[in-house]
């Protein structure tokens, strides 16, 4: 391949071909089809396994925690990529000569894989990088040109699939359907038939058990935690040594809690871990001060600015720009570099970093914020909406996504909830005041509660009326897998702001936006006349 093909290659996918300007450097995007073409290769592999009767629960989890670690893609350099793809040739070879194995057992013919490059233990980084530009050409040369980039919404929707799959592994739950679905999805990139067809029913089947898997990991975080309540949770610091839980693993933190009991350590949730303070059995420890950050989570200024020891849980989203050595630690499977990993839930380091990081020398004093609901107290919300609706008092219905940590959404939904009308109304998952006709919902940014009052509302309200209007709010791989499923319920009215091209590809958001008929905002004065008109 010429560098002149890549490039043409590169322009077309990425629109540019530079770090920064593009949703992902061509180095990196090749290495990251490296491992996409060892997992598609092991899925095949897995399946014939699997009918030989085989199952190995172990490489499953594999190859759920290296799809979960591409959502943050961005987030490596080459050589941890690289890392990550040599991991992934040896899982591949070792699952394939369980296979060969199995077969002389069970006496019957082994079916083999044609191998498009030439890897081994001792390829270099360069060329690596090299097969997976390769790879990247050969990719979409089975579909018409203006259905490519289906292709990268169907892997952005396994991607979602996968991390909430084993965020459910981690709850001790393992959902084998939705993984031999991941494997026959995969699988079909072997065989050099691959149409739009088959990559639109693989993206609809999975986005549909993606929004079950967030509904039961809602489910069994209740069941373990306790029920959500309706609770004021501070943002304020106190006096003295800390640790920080950032990220979305319930379970790590409550076992960060155990452990620092009688310590003398204060503990303060992050990110998505703000919703714990809504939980009751959290509520059983003194210790858990509250959240940390100002609202707009900012990991880099937030890890900068806290003073004690920083756990990033399983599966978190990482942005650690690695300038926090010595006070960062991770649990998960793949580590960046200089972060400290934990093993075993032993959180003997991190609490021996707390004790001798300074702490908080006074405390600070912030505004708290209302968080979490009332079941029953929504459900009755629900029902007025109902009938209001039924009789004509509400004319549209206004749904706001999560918090968004972009000032420019800020500002469009602060100046659209102003122009509510009387004969409107909205519910806000962004809002923490309520307002005439304006319902605030505050789920820090946690999606599968905001899943589970989504479910509760369209039992009571059709999702398909033409004056519900749904507003999404931030660009990732879990928003585009719930938008998928909205609009295959016959969701009429999607909007989205214009996704930045770091979050992502911007000719893929094109192809998103014309395929799944979702409307951009603009400005909130003209987007709301229009909704009126």
């Known amino acids: 391949m010429s560098n002149n093909e890549f490039e043409k290659l590169s322009e077309e996918k ?16 090749a290495l990251q089809e490296i491992v996409m073409y060892f997992l598609k290769q092991t899925a095949f592999y897995m399946l014939k396994l699997e009918k030989l009767g085989a199952n190995n629960p172990s490489i499953k989890t594999e190859i759920l ?15 941890q990529l690289f890392t990550i793809a040599m991991k992934d040739y040896f899982l591949l070879k070792n699952t394939q000569q369980t296979y060969k194995k199995r077969c002389e057992t069970k006496n019957t013919n082994c079916f083999d ?24 050409l050969q990719k979409y040369n089975n579909i018409q040109s203006e259905k490519r980039n289906l292709i990268d919404i169907l892997e952005i929707v396994i991607k979602s699939t996968s991390l909430h799959l084993a965020k459910l592994n981690d709850m001790g739950v393992f959902e084998d359907y939705s993984f031999y679905i991941i494997l026959k999805a995969l699988n079909e990139f072997n065989h050099n038939k691959i149409t739009a067809k088959i990559v639109e029913e693989y993206t609809s089947k999975l986005a549909e058990l993606d929004n079950a898997l967030i509904l039961k990991i809602s489910k069994l975080l209740t069941d373990k935690f306790g029920n959500i309540e309706k609770t004021t949770v501070s943002y304020s610091t106190e006096k003295g040594k800390a640790i920080l839980v950032s990220g979305s693993n319930f379970s790590e933190l409550e076992e960060v809690l155990k452990q620092t009991e009688n310590q003398n350590l204060d503990v303060y949730t992050h990110s998505e871990l703000l919703l714990a303070n809504a939980l009751t059995k ?13 609202r707009i989570e900012n990991n880099i200024l937030d890890f900068a600015t806290f003073p004690g020891a920083i756990l990033l849980t399983k599966n978190s989203k990482k942005n650690s720009e690695y300038l926090y050595r010595g006070r960062l630690f991770s649990s998960d499977y793949i580590v960046p570099k200089g972060i400290i990993k ?17 702490g908080f020398k006074t405390g600070k004093i912030k505004p708290s914020v209302e968080l979490g609901y009332s079941p029953n107290a929504i459900i009755e919300e629900f029902e007025t909406i109902k009938t209001k609706m039924e009789t004509g008092k509400i004319k549209r219905l206004f749904i706001i996504g999560m918090n968004t940590y972009s000032e420019f959404q800020k500002e469009y939904f602060k100046t659209f909830l102003n122009k509510i009308q009387e004969n409107e109304f909205c519910i806000s998952f962004m809002e923490t005041k309520e307002r005439p006709n304006i319902l605030p919902i505050n789920l ?35 928003t585009i897998s719930n938008i998928i499923t909205l609009k295959k319920h016959h969701a009429k009215n999607i909007y989205m702001a214009d996704c930045p091209p770091t979050f992502i590809n911007p000719s893929v958001f094109a192809t998103l936006k014309e395929e799944y008929h979702i409307k951009t905002t603009t400005t909130p004065e003209h987007d709301i006349q229009v909704i009126r008109n």
């Open 14 to 29: 990425n629109e540019c071909t530079s770090r920064g300007a593009c949703s992902m450097a061509p180095n990196i995007a």
């Open 65 to 79: 925690n290296d799809l979960s670690a591409l959502i943050s893609v961005n987030e490596f350099n080459e050589e």
């Open 113 to 136: 894989l044609k191998e498009k490059i030439q890897f081994n233990n001792k390829t270099s980084l360069s060329k690596a990088i090299s097969y997976g530009e390769n790879l990247l």
């Open 282 to 294: 959290f509520k059983k420890y003194p210790h858990l001060k509250g959240h940390f950050g100002d």
């Open 342 to 358: 934990i093993e075993d839930n032993d959180f003997s380091e991190l609490i021996k970093s707390a004790n001798s990081a300074k």
């Open 444 to 478: 820090g940014n946690f999606l599968p509660f905001a899943a589970e009052v989504l479910h509760m509302l369209f039992e009571k309200i059709p999702i398909n009326l033409p004056n519900i209007y749904i507003f999404f709010t931030n660009c990732d791989v879990m």
